[in-house]
Structures are given as structure tokens and as C-alpha cells.
């Protein structure tokens, strides 16, 4: 079967397209650490306008527009929130700041770019959807591995039947950047980071993708965390999880596991799942992502990223098969997709404010599970 567009060549992604509605729009950060460098990369890549920045004080904020390449920069986000200029509002920050932040962007008027975790709690992330409702902005959050061609491709099989009737899920990300009890970070301390740590901060990545992969959502979970080290350099009294394992059935009857560590050594940012059908296995590795992996009755194969795939696949491929794209390149295309929802396009595969609140429902499932050892449901979905 054929996925090819009828010349058998990529469509236009927004970001090729001449300058328009995303040249002109008018860019703020607030935050002004390492993701705002990936952010501003994107921002650029997508040709709108770096405006200013607001950091956490104007000397910090005035060497991140110097390095990130802004206009200029503003002492507050008090300031930068005032400012016509800033239509839309990158939120870059910790995460138990990303709700007050996200609803003073949101009531100002301005579309929104809120980093994930969208929120620490489910309550305050029901309060953004709706906010971002009622004033009818843009709200997106950054669950980039969506913008991999090769993951489009994986989805276009499973909605096209390749796969047949989903039987079971494996999934994993792993780091080792936390490794060691000297390794230390905000993310660390739960009044900066949230209740959650790791699941939080990646595995939110893994269950949205598996869900926008299979279209089939998750029901329920019985977990298990773990705490490797409860003293780190600055950090005395951790109680945020290095290791997440994870039991999950989906709404589809699906029955799968997943497990999430920041404490793996040698693994980078091995982000990895596989979906076994009645009919074919898919498995797709975010360090390997230019291929996917098929496994059938009989014979395996390895996909490379190809002409004549998916049409979203192909759309997102901005650069031709051979040259290898990576997180940036999906990062870009992510921004890219958000700048043309705020123009009035509608791309497919955006990650909304809606999409923020579920990963935040899920992990909020996930620590009562380990809390309580019982299988949790996760509230809103649909049975």
C-alpha cells in the first residue's frame, strides 16, 4: 500500500513557505536556560521575530538576549506580558512556575508555547485548557518526538490497519544524566520540579507518543517508583523519582509496560517503543530516527525514511532522504506547526494545551499508583 503524495514528493511544511503570518509574528521568552536556546533555534528556523526575553533578573535576562539572539530584553515578565509587540509567549521556566506564567500569557492575550510538564498539578492544567478556550488563543505544548517523519509514518500505518488489533506496548526512556549522587539539577527538588521527576519530565514524552501512535489511550496503570538516591549535592531531602515502572492497559484492551529511569547508565536519551498488532510490530528509537522497525509472521524489515511514504511523514521530512534529521529539526517543525495554528491552519499532529493535560493526568495516575500500589484509572478517558 501507498502513502505517496501523487508526485511522490514532500509537501510544503511551513517553514519553507515564503515569508507570511510566521515572519511577522512578534516572539517573547520568558526563561532563559538550555531550552530556551532549542526554543529560540526553532523560533528563528520558523524566520518570526526574537523580540525580548525576561529572565529570572535583568542582568540574566540581558546576557540571554545578547546570546539567544534577541531584539532586546525586559526586566519582568510583568513587562514583556505588557508589551503589543509579543504575540506570542515561549514559557521556558521551571516547571511550578509554567501555570501563573502560562494563565498571565493567556490573559494578556498572547498564544502560548508552554514547556512540559504543562503543569505540577491536574487541577491547574484544567485551568489552562480552559483559559486558552475561552480566550481563543493558541496554546501548544512541546512534545516534539510527534515531529519525527518516521513516527508520523508508524501512525500512518496503524490508522491504515497495517498493524491490525493493537495487542500489546513496550516503551522506555532512558537517561544517565543523573547518574551519579553528585549530579544535581532544579528538577530535583519537588518545589521547583513538581511531585514528579522523571515521569514527569520524560515519561510524559513516552505516553503521549504511544498514544498519538496507536490512537488508542491509556486506561489504567499500577506503578512502582524508586528514589536511587535521597541525598544529592544541593538537594538533601529528595523525594522526586529517579525510576518509573509502569503496568498499563489501553481502552482497546491493549496490556503493555513502560519504564522510565534518569539513573541508566550509558543511555543519553534513548527513547524507545514497540506496538506488536495481530498483523506487524512496529518499533521506532528516537537516537535511531530515521528508521523503523517492522516484524511480521514471517520476516522483519528495517524502513528508512524514503520517498513515497506517509503524506505527514513526507511533510515533515525537510530535508530529503539521506540527510539525517534530529530533535532540532523536529523541534523546528513543532514550532514552525504552531506558528501556522496561530495563522489560521489547522497541521495535523499538534500538540495542544489538551494533550498537556493528559500527560499531567496520567502522571498524577502514576504517583497515586506508587503511592498506594493499586491499579489507578485515569480520569477523562473515555471507556
Keep these: 500500500m501507498s502513502h505517496a503524495t501523487p508526485a511522490g514528493q514532500p509537501t510544503t511544511h511551513p517553514a519553507h513557505r515564503p515569508l507570511d503570518q510566521a515572519a511577522r509574528l512578534g516572539v517573547g521568552f520568558i526563561g532563559g536556560g538550555f531550552m530556551a536556546e532549542v526554543h529560540s533555534r526553532a523560533t528563528r528556523s520558523a524566520r518570526a521575530r526574537l523580540v525580548g526575553i525576561a529572565s529570572s533578573t535583568p542582568t540574566r535576562s540581558a546576557l540571554a538576549a545578547e546570546n539567544l539572539g534577541f531584539d532586546g530584553f525586559f526586566d519582568s515578565a510583568e513587562s514583556l506580558l505588557a508589551d503589543d509587540s509579543v504575540e506570542v509567549v515561549h514559557i521556558v521556566t521551571p516547571n511550578a512556575t509554567h501555570f501563573e506564567l502560562a494563565l498571565a500569557a493567556i490573559n494578556a492575550g498572547k498564544h502560548v508555547v508552554c514547556e512540559k510538564p504543562l503543569t505540577t498539578s491536574v487541577a491547574h492544567a484544567v485551568d489552562l485548557v480552559a483559559a486558552a478556550d475561552a480566550a481563543g488563543v493558541t496554546a501548544t505544548v512541546p512534545f516534539v518526538y510527534r515531529f519525527h517523519p518516521m513516527v508520523r509514518e508508524a501512525r500512518a500505518r496503524v490508522l491504515a490497519g497495517e498493524t491490525g488489533r493493537l495487542l500489546t506496548i513496550q516503551g522506555s526512556y532512558l537517561q544517565d544524566w543523573l547518574l551519579e549522587p553528585t549530579d544535581d539539577n532544579w528538577r530535583v527538588d519537588s518545589s521547583s520540579g513538581g511531585p514528579s521527576r522523571a515521569f514527569a519530565d520524560i515519561g510524559s514524552h513516552l505516553v503521549d507518543l504511544l498514544e498519538f501512535v496507536t490512537g488508542d489511550r491509556i486506561a489504567r496503570v499500577q506503578a512502582l517508583t524508586r ?73 522483519t524489515q528495517l524502513l528508512r525514511r524514503e520517498l513515497g511514504m506517509s503524506d505527514d511523514a513526507m511533510r515533515l521530512s525537510t530535508l530529503p532522504p539521506g540527510h539525517p534529521l534530529g530533535v532540532q529539526d523536529a523541534f523546528n517543525s513543532f514550532v514552525a506547526d504552531t506558528y501556522a495554528a496561530i495563522g489560521g491552519e489547522e497541521p495535523e499532529g499538534l500538540p495542544r494545551f489538551e494533550d498537556g493535560l493528559r500527560a499531567v493526568r496520567i502522571t498524577d495516575a502514576v504517583i497515586a499508583s506508587a503511592a498506594t500500589g493499586a491499579w489507578i484509572e485515569i480520569e477523562g478517558t473515555e471507556q
Design 227 to 299: 528514589t536511587i538516591f535521597a541525598e544529592r549535592s544541593t538537594n538533601k531531602a529528595v523525594t522526586t523519582e529517579d525510576v518509573a515502572a509502569v503496568l498499563l492497559q489501553t481502552v482497546g484492551g491493549a496490556v503493555g509496560t513502560l519504564l522510565v529511569s534518569q539513573v541508566a547508565p550509558g543511555r543519553k536519551n534513548r527513547l524507545h517503543f514497540e506496538i506488536a498488532g495481530t498483523q506487524e510490530s512496529i518499533a521506532f528509537d528516537q537516537e535511531d530516527p530515521e528508521t523503523l522497525w517492522l516484524g511480521r509472521g514471517v520476516g
